[in-house]
C-alpha cells in the first residue's frame, strides 16, 4: 500500500563520494521504475529488489538518484512490510516473515558502539586546512547549464571567468537528450571557470574558491564610503608577524548603535548610495565583527570587487562530541551544547535593531508576515543582509536542533539527518552500518503524534498518541461528517520512545515500573502481548520466526524415505538410514 518511499542518492563529502548510489541501493526495493536515461529501458521494475546484477545496470547508465521504499515510510501498522525492509543482510535474500528486524537493528547499531571512543576530540589547526574543499569537479560528462545564476564577468591574464553574486546558484550538467546528470552547489563569491552550454569531462574543474573566508563582494560599481568603521572604537589595524602585512580587522564596539558597514556611492554624486541591481535596497553592506575591510575609503570599486572578508573558524580548535555521546545525544533527541537558530521560512535578511546585547535579525518573506530571531553577539552569522535564505537553513554557527529541523522540514529531512549524523560517527571509526538498521530506530522515534487541535475526536489537546490510531480516529470522524484533529508529528528519543510503548508490560520491564504500572492501572489499560518483550515476560511464545501465528496454521505433510538396505555401516553398530556426521 505504500505510495510514498525516499530518494537515495550517494553520499559525497567536500566533493568526495564516501558511499556510491550502487551500495546505498543494494538489497533495497524500488518504489517505480528505474528507467535508463538514454534509452528509456526499464531496468527496475516497481516492487522489484535491486540486486547485484540491477545495481551494475543503475550505475552503468549513470542514475544518480533512485525511488525506493523504506522502513520510514513504511505504512504497515505493526511491525513493517518486507518490501521497505528488504533484503535480510544475514542471509543475502528478501527477508522472511517473522524475522525480528528491530532486534537486528539494535544488535547492528550497538555491537560496533563497543568499538566507539567515550572522549570529546579536539579538531581544528594545521590538519582541517588542507580538508577544506576549495574546488567543484563534475562526475559526469556533458554540458554546463547554470541554474539560479547571478554572475560578473571577470578576466585574468587573458583567461575569462565569472564571479558567483548570489547564493544558492547551482552549475547542472545536462546529457544530449537535456536530462540532468549532475547538480552542483556553488559558493557565492566563487570563480566559475566555464561557460554555459560548453561540453565538459569528467573530473573538469567547474569552479574554484577561498576555502577559508567568506567574501564580501560589491554588486554595484561606485565609490567606497565606510560607515561607522572608526579606528580603535570598532576596528583595529593588525599587523602580521609572518608577512608583516596591516590588515583592518572589525572588532566588537562598546557603542551598542554602531553599525560598522561600507557603502557604495554614485561617481557623479557622492552623496547618492546606489541600489542594489534589480532591488530597492541601498548597496550598503553591514560587516560583523572579526570581518577584514580590503578596500579604502574613496576607491572606486567594479560589481564583483572584494570588499571584505569573513575568515572561517576552521583553524581554531573547537571540541566536538564525537564517539558514544555523540550516537547517544542523536538518539536520545537532546538539544546539542552549541545550538544553531534554523530559518523557518524562505526570504530575504534583515538586521533590525539590536536588543539587549543580541543582534536582531529579520527575514522577510516575499508575502506574509517577516520572522524575528534574537542572536546573541558574539555568534558568527552565517548569513549576510539582503541574502536570500531557505527554509531550514541555518542562520549561524553550531549544530541544529533536531526538533527545529522536523517543525520546520518535516519528518523525511529530519530522518534523512539523523541517518547521515549517526552513521557520520561510526564512519569516523571505520564502521559499516547499513541504513536500514538505522532507519528502523529513527522509525520507532518518530511514531507519535502531538495532537494540537481536537476536532469532533475523542483525544484531548497535547495528547500523545500514536500515529495509526491518530489516522484510524481522524477516519473515523470524516465518515461521520466531522471535523478531523490536527496533529504535529513528535521526536521522541530512544528512552522516552520505550516508555511511550502501547504495551504497559514492555514499558515496566524498562525503566520507572512503579510509575508505568500504576498509570496502566488507573487507565484500566489492556496490553495486548503483541511485541516480544511482553510475551517473554508472561512465558509465552515470541511472535516472531515461527512463533508468529501465520506458521501455527501451516498443514505438514511427512514423506516417507525409503532407506536403502544397511550395509557394512550397520555392522559397526551404527543405526540403519544415519550417515556418517564429520
Not at 526538533?403 to 522540514?409: G, N, S, T, Y
Not at 518535516?410 to 564502521?431: D, F, M, S
Not at 465518515?479 to 514499558?507: C, H, N, V, Y
Request: proline share 4%; aromatic share 4%.
Amino acid at each position: 500500500q505504500t505510495l510514498d518511499g525516499i530518494y537515495m542518492t550517494a553520499l559525497v563529502e567536500s566533493g568526495e563520494v564516501i558511499q556510491g548510489l550502487g551500495e546505498r541501493i543494494l538489497g533495497r526495493v524500488a518504489l517505480e521504475d528505474v528507467k535508463d536515461p538514454i534509452s528509456g529501458e526499464v531496468l527496475v521494475r516497481s516492487g522489484e529488489e535491486i540486486d547485484e546484477e540491477k545495481v551494475a545496470k543503475i550505475t552503468d547508465a549513470g542514475i544518480e538518484r533512485v525511488l525506493i521504499r523504506s522502513v520510514l515510510t513504511c505504512r504497515a501498522r505493526s511491525g513493517i512490510c518486507a518490501k521497505c525492509y528488504g533484503r535480510d543482510l544475514a542471509r543475502g535474500n528478501m527477508v522472511n516473515l517473522g524475522e525480528a528486524v528491530g532486534v537486528m537493528a539494535a544488535q547492528s547499531i550497538g555491537e560496533p558502539g563497543t568499538q566507539l571512543t567515550m572522549r570529546t576530540f579536539h579538531i581544528g589547526g594545521a590538519a582541517v586546512r588542507r580538508a577544506e574543499q576549495s574546488s567543484l569537479e563534475n562526475r559526469t560528462a556533458g554540458k554546463v547549464a547554470f541554474r539560479n545564476l547571478q554572475k560578473v564577468e571577470r578576466s585574468t591574464k587573458g583567461k575569462k571567468y565569472y564571479i558567483v553574486m548570489n547564493r544558492n546558484a547551482e552549475i547542472a550538467i545536462v546529457d544530449e537528450e537535456g536530462r540532468e546528470r549532475g547538480k552542483y552547489p556553488l559558493v557565492y563569491g566563487a570563480h566559475i571557470l566555464v561557460e554555459e552550454g560548453q561540453h565538459v569531462e569528467p573530473n573538469t574543474t567547474l569552479a574554484e574558491w577561498d576555502p577559508f573566508s567568506m567574501s564580501i563582494l560589491s554588486e554595484v560599481t561606485g565609490i567606497v564610503q565606510f560607515g561607522d568603521i572608526l579606528q580603535g572604537v570598532t576596528m583595529e589595524e593588525k599587523t602580521d608577524e609572518v608577512t608583516g602585512l596591516i590588515s583592518r580587522v572589525i572588532i566588537e564596539s562598546k557603542d551598542p548603535d554602531a553599525r560598522p558597514r561600507i557603502s557604495i556611492k554614485d561617481p557623479n554624486d557622492p552623496e547618492r548610495t546606489l541600489n542594489k541591481p534589480g532591488s530597492q535596497s541601498m548597496a550598503r553592506y553591514q560587516l560583523p565583527v572579526g570581518a577584514i575591510v580590503v578596500v579604502e575609503e574613496g576607491q572606486k570599486v567594479a560589481a564583483g570587487d572584494l570588499l571584505a572578508k569573513i575568515p572561517r573558524e576552521t583553524t581554531k580548535t573547537k571540541d566536538i562530541t564525537g564517539g558514544l555521546p555523540r550516537v547517544a545525544e542523536l538518539f536520545e533527541a537532546r538539544k546539542p551544547k552549541d545550538v544553531a537558530l534554523i530559518a523557518e521560512i524562505d526570504g530575504v535578511v534583515r538586521f533590525g535593531k539590536d536588543v539587549k546585547g543580541k543582534r536582531r535579525l529579520i527575514v522577510e518573506p516575499e508575502v506574509g508576515s517577516p520572522k524575528e530571531y534574537l542572536i546573541p553577539r558574539g555568534k558568527h552569522i552565517s548569513v549576510h543582509e539582503g541574502e536570500f535564505v531557505r527554509a531550514g537553513e541555518a542562520l549561524m554557527d553550531g549544530s541544529p536542533n533536531p526538533h527545529d529541523i522536523l517543525r520546520v522540514l518535516g519528518e523525511k529531512e529530519l530522518a534523512k539527518y539523523l541517518v547521515n549524523e549517526i552513521q557520520e560517527v561510526y564512519r569516523l571509526q571505520g564502521v559499516k552500518i547499513n541504513d536500514k538498521h538505522v532507519e528502523v530506530v529513527v522509525r520507532q522515534m518518530l511514531k507519535r503524534v502531538r495532537v494540537k487541535d481536537v476536532g469532533d475526536t475523542n483525544f484531548l489537546v497535547d495528547d500523545q498518541v500514536d500515529r495509526f490510531a491518530f489516522e484510524e480516529e481522524n477516519e473515523r470522524v470524516l465518515a461521520q461528517g466531522g471535523r478531523p484533529a490536527i496533529g504535529e508529528p513528535m521526536l521522541l528519543g530512544i528512552t522516552k520512545g520505550a516508555l511511550a510503548s502501547d504495551s504497559f508490560l514492555s514499558a515496566s520491564s524498562f525503566q520507572e515500573t512503579t510509575k508505568v504500572l500504576t498509570e496502566a492501572a488507573i487507565q484500566g489499560k489492556v496490553d495486548r502481548l503483541q511485541g516480544l518483550k511482553e510475551n517473554v515476560i508472561m512465558g509465552r511464545l515470541i511472535p516472531a520466526g515461527t512463533g508468529r501465528k501465520e506458521y501455527k496454521r501451516l498443514d505438514i505433510e511427512v514423506e516417507r524415505l525409503e532407506y536403502e538396505q544397511p550395509g557394512q555401516e550397520q555392522e559397526q553398530g551404527q543405526e540403519p538410514g544415519v550417515s556418517e556426521l564429520g
